[in-house]
């Protein structure tokens, strides 16, 4: 049915366009650089598990987009929603999610933010308004979107970030949440996070358009293009789309970021050349953030060597959690499937029958009424 409800029980406010010209503190600087080391240390552990067998299907990591997890997710507020793709660790604990529960997730452990049944892909938590990562590519943006509708049904103030990859940008769902939420005017900000790669195809390569914020004009709705290695810029320019959203005018923003492994741990990402490779060290954005506040004297060598060890320090306390953490029971496997009871739902494991074994019919010929 057609939607006749056309804006919010509330009144709003004209879209905000500018960047907040507020410029970040000594100590928020210092704070986004602790996150950014915290989730450069979380992540290469991460990927030494992977490589011990500690932990189990896909993950990817967010080695190289530091600057821009951080940036985002300091400028929403405590009741906004996030939607992520498979790609979100960093933004599971720049979200505040205790990074214990995270490791304990990735671990496949019951102490973990899904109970251990979702893994690297399938972080969830609800009190952090964290909705999730999503394994199938662009899975999360028509949720995304509906919750920005129910935001915007009830008359809410809070705003919807839904992020994904550059090769989301050219599947169908795509075009549709954005052509819904311009129509509607929800309260969302789409995030592309552009780090030059679909997995091994580069973004001139697959796009026609390869500044992907560009696509918003096809719906009327406003972008923007930001630094990813700057969090600073990030947050302002989250801050600004933020406020645009909540004013009733969705917003496409696109961070360049780089990448500096392949797509999953499991990829070596022979597809770049080793000028490619090491241009993406040398744009590291901890090195580069560290290096401006250094000059500028907003950081101190004692700083750093403070922030690697609290992270350092952290970090182990995640794999201690995670390794004393039991395996989730099996019992348990279907307890989260449906939000709430589903008629004839399945619950059979894997290599059950599909249906209960019958009792076994006896083909001997039978001796009832034989001759004596």
Known sequence: MPRTTTSRARPRSKPTAAAPSDTPSEAQELAFYRQMVLIRRF?????????????GGYCHLNLGEEATVTGLMSALRAEDYVFTNYREHGYALARGIAPERIMAELYGRADGVSKGWG????????????MGGYGIVGGQLPLATGAA???????????????????????????????????????????????????????????????????????????????GNDPVAV?????AALASARAGAPFLLEAVSGRLKGHSVVDPARYRSREEVEAARAAD???????????????????IEDAERDADR?????????????????????????????????????????????????TAPSTNGAAA
């Not at 390869?210 to 709705?221: D, K, Q, T, V």
């Not at 954005?285 to 700083?303: C, M, V």
Request: net charge negative; with cysteine; glycine share 6%.
């Open 149 to 227: 509708l129910a935001i915007d049904s009830r008359g809410g103030d809070e705003a919807v970030v839904c992020l994904m990859g550059d090769g989301t940008t050219n599947i169908g769902a795509f075009h549709e949440s954005l052509n819904l939420a311009a129509i509607w005017k929800l309260p969302i900000v789409y995030v592309i996070v552009n780090n030059g790669l679909g997995m091994g195809t580069t973004v001139e390569e697959a796009s026609a358009e390869p500044e992907l914020h560009r696509r918003a004009a096809a719906y009327r709705m406003a972008s923007a293009r930001v630094d």
């Open 119 to 130: 893994g690297s892909m399938h972080l969830f938590d609800l009190a952090a308004r964290f």
């Open 285 to 303: 954005p901890i090195a580069g953030y560290a290096a401006r506040l250094l000059e500028a004297g907003r950081l101190s060598e004692q700083q």
């Open 235 to 239: 947050r302002a320019a989250a801050a």
């Open 43 to 55: 992540e290469e552990r991460a990927a030494r598990a992977y490589s011990e067998a500690r932990i």
């Open 314 to 362: 952290t970090v182990a306390a995640a794999v201690a959690f995670a390794e004393a953490s039991p395996h989730p029971d099996p019992d348990t496997l279907f307890d989260y499937t449906y939000a709430t009871p589903v008629p004839n739902d399945s619950r059979r494991r894997p290599g059950e029958p599909l249906f209960p074994t019958m009792p076994a019919v006896s």
